[in-house]
Nanobody, 122 residues
Framework: QVQVKEAGGGVVQPGDSLILSCTGS????????QGWFRQAPGKEREFVATIKWDTHARWYADSVKGRFTISRDDAENTVYLRMNNLKPEDTAVYYC???????????????WGQGTQVTVSS
């Protein structure tokens, strides 16, 4: 069973940047695709970004395209989400998960972490 742990959340102002990390245990972490999702209060969990384990192809939600960058360090079993030009609507709990398929659908993902809170407020 792969376990993942997110870190790096915090309280920032609009326009600020933040880097989230997701560290996984076991070889299965690095041979699966990783995805970032987020859930704001009162809303459903939504896709943010995913990265393919072999080609490192990336897929972003339209709402974050051009502002967020997903990357991975296979040596460290870690996936990062760099978030630039943060907006109040980015406020949410951010979750990391893995999937054998290259997908934006949360039901295709497993081994969810506990999440890390990102709050963007002036």
């Amino acid at each position: 069973q792969v376990q993942v742990k997110e870190a790096g959340g915090g309280v920032v102002q609009p326009g600020d940047s933040l880097i989230l990390s997701c560290t996984g245990s076991g070889r299965a972490f690095s041979t699966n695709n990783q995805g970032w999702f987020r859930q704001a209060p009162g809303k459903e969990r939504e896709f943010v970004a995913t990265i393919k384990w072999d080609t490192h192809a990336r897929w972003y939600a339209d709402s974050v395209k051009g502002r967020f960058t997903i990357s991975r360090d296979d040596a460290e079993n870690t996936v990062y989400l760099r978030m630039n030009n943060l907006k109040p609507e980015d406020t949410a709990v951010y979750y990391c998960a893995i999937s054998p398929t290259y997908s934006i659908r949360s039901e295709n993902y497993g081994s969810w972490g506990q999440g890390t809170q990102v709050t963007v407020s002036s």
